[in-house]
C-alpha cells in the first residue's frame, strides 16, 4: 500500500499520559498536514510541515502539542498531558508538491484517539 | 483567510434522486477550491478540484462541481445518487499561493435510502 500510513488507527490513553501519532506520507511526498477532527466540526487545520521544517502551526494548540518531520522516519504528532478534550480523530495527509495548488492532499485513515 | 460554510449538515435523498450539497467560501485572494468525501472510519477521498479554466469540473463517481465566482460557490452534484454514496462530504479551499494549506468547511453527510 502506497498511501499514507497512519499508526496506530485508535489509541487510548488516560488523562495526563503522553499521546503519540504517527504518519508516514505517501513515498516521493515531502509534504506534511496534520488535521482535527471533532463531530459536528469538520476538519481544523493544525499544523503544515516539510522535512525538518515546521511551516505552518496557526491551528496548533500552544501548549502540550508538538509536531515534527524529521529527515529519516514519520512525521510524529505528539500531545503531552492529554485531557478529554483531546478525544478527536487526528487526520495525516501528505503531498508531493508546495501546498495543495496542484497536489491535492491525500489523506491516511486517521488515529482516533479516546482520553479516559 | 479563506473560509468555507456548507450550508446543510445533512442531506437525506431517495436513490436516484438528484442531489446538490451546496458550499460557498470567502476569500480576499484567487482560490482553489476542493470536495473531498469521507466513508466511515476512513479518511478523505479527492472527489474533484477547481484550479483554473473551465468552471464546470467532473470528478469521480459521477459527480461534477460548478465554481461560480460571483456567488463564491462551488456547489457539488449528481443527477442521479446511489446507495453506496452515503457518506459525509466536505468542500474545501486553500488560496493559490504557496505554501498554504486546504481550509474545510464541517461537512455534509449525505443519506441515500432506498
Known amino acids: 500500500n502506497a498511501g499514507v500510513m497512519q499508526n496506530p488507527r485508535h489509541l487510548v490513553r488516560r488523562r495526563g499520559q503522553e499521546a503519540r501519532l504517527r504518519c508516514s506520507p505517501m513515498?516521493?511526498?515531502?509534504?506534511v498536514y496534520w488535521y482535527r477532527q471533532l463531530p459536528e466540526e469538520g476538519l481544523k487545520f493544525m499544523v503544515y510541515?516539510?522535512?525538518?521544517?515546521?511551516?505552518?502551526e496557526s491551528g496548533m494548540p500552544k501548549e502540550r502539542f508538538s509536531a515534527e518531520f524529521p529527515k529519516e522516519g514519520p512525521s510524529i504528532l505528539r500531545i503531552q498531558q492529554v485531557v478529554r478534550g483531546d478525544s478527536a480523530a487526528y487526520f495525516c495527509?501528505?503531498?508531493?508538491?508546495?501546498?495543495?495548488?496542484?497536489?491535492?492532499?491525500?489523506f491516511g485513515n486517521g488515529t482516533r484517539l479516546t482520553v479516559t | 483567510a479563506q473560509s468555507v460554510t456548507q450550508l446543510d449538515s445533512q442531506v437525506p435523498v431517495f436513490e436516484e434522486a438528484p442531489v446538490e450539497l451546496r458550499c460557498n467560501y470567502s476569500?480576499?485572494?484567487?482560490?482553489?477550491l476542493f470536495w473531498y468525501v469521507q466513508y466511515p472510519n476512513q479518511g478523505l477521498q479527492l472527489l474533484l478540484k477547481?484550479?483554473?479554466?473551465?468552471?464546470l469540473v467532473k470528478g469521480i463517481n459521477g459527480f461534477e462541481a460548478e465554481f461560480n465566482k460571483s456567488q463564491t460557490s462551488f456547489h457539488l452534484r449528481k443527477p442521479s445518487v446511489h446507495i453506496s454514496d452515503t457518506a459525509e462530504y466536505f468542500c474545501?479551499?486553500?488560496?493559490?499561493?504557496?505554501?498554504?494549506?486546504?481550509?474545510f468547511g464541517k461537512g455534509t453527510t449525505l443519506s441515500v435510502s432506498s
Open positions: 495527509a501528505s503531498s508531493s508538491g508546495q501546498g495543495s495548488s496542484n497536489s491535492p492532499l491525500h
Open positions: 513515498k516521493g511526498h515531502s509534504h
Open positions: 510541515l516539510q522535512k525538518e521544517n515546521i511551516i505552518d
Open positions: 476569500s480576499s485572494v484567487s482560490v482553489y
Open positions: 477547481y484550479l483554473s479554466g473551465s468552471t
Open positions: 474545501a479551499v486553500s488560496s493559490n499561493q504557496a505554501g498554504t494549506a486546504l481550509i
